[in-house]
């Protein structure tokens, strides 16, 4: 299958300051890319769907300022988190998604302090 | 919209052994797509098994098989011959074939296997 790649695998940052995770489709264009978060022991949860070139669309109750989403290739999509806070504190997964096919990457751990 | 329900939040198996992990689903629509997915302790998601809703015929793949009842809207998967490395924790997800493709996941079946 295709390889995705998310880039930092983890991160620790203060409350307050922006952190931002990247989602790259190594071989293969994603017109899609879809944004999980993943609480421990807990399922899969869809945060937003984006297309390359347009506005990402976001789940109900997932905050769109303050979980920025672009998609400014087929290849990279970027999850900024904004001022996060210690509940934004969870394991990030974006899923490539090709004509028929979706590539999970290797997720991001972000824990806000 | 669409749910996709687990009900065994854990599970256990001798090496060897088979063990089914249940999965249900709701949907209105007729064209969709089920799978389960492996989650190891890396937390990497990994396509164990694929079904499109069309095909009578169950999905299998080596040791893995599934139990697919359209109308009972069940969607069970087999594990033949368990071995140590399929310890993980597994989803059962639910993707239409329209509606954007995204993923609607159950909570998970925890797998463990025993020597």
């Known amino acids: 299958g295709a390889v995705v790649s998310q880039h930092p695998s983890w991160v620790i940052c203060k409350s307050g300051t922006s952190v931002k995770i990247e989602c790259r489709s190594l071989?293969?264009?994603?017109?899609?890319m879809f944004w999980y978060r993943q609480f421990p022991k807990q399922s899969l949860m869809l945060m937003a769907t984006?297309?390359?070139?347009?506005?990402?669309?976001?789940e109900q109750g997932v905050e769109k300022d303050k979980f920025l989403i672009n998609h400014a290739s087929l290849t990279l999509s970027t999850l900024t988190v904004t001022s996060a806070h210690p509940e934004d504190s969870s394991f990030y997964i974006c899923?490539?998604?090709?004509?028929?096919?979706?590539?999970f990457g290797p997720g991001t751990r972000l824990t806000v302090l | 919209a669409q749910t996709v329900t687990q009900s065994q939040p854990e599970m256990s198996v001798q090496e060897a052994e088979t063990v089914t992990l249940s999965c249900t689903y709701d949907?209105?629509?007729?064209?969709?797509?089920l799978f389960w997915y492996k989650q190891p302790p890396s937390r990497q998601m990994i396509l164990v098994i694929r079904?499109?809703?069309?095909?009578?015929q169950n999905a299998t793949e080596n040791r893995f098989s599934v139990n697919f009842q359209k109308a009972a809207k069940s969607f069970s998967l087999k594990i033949s011959d368990s071995q140590l490395g399929d310890a993980a924790m597994y989803f059962c997800?639910?993707?239409?074939?329209?509606?954007?493709?995204?993923?609607?996941f159950g909570t998970g079946t925890q797998l463990k296997v025993e020597l």
């Open positions: 984006s297309n390359e070139g347009s506005k990402a669309t976001y």
């Open positions: 899923v490539a998604g090709g004509k028929n096919e979706q590539f």
């Open positions: 997800a639910l993707r239409l074939t329209g509606g954007g493709n995204k993923l609607t």
């Open positions: 949907t209105s629509e007729s064209d969709y797509y």
């Open positions: 071989d293969f264009q994603a017109t899609t």
């Open positions: 079904q499109e809703a069309y095909k009578q």
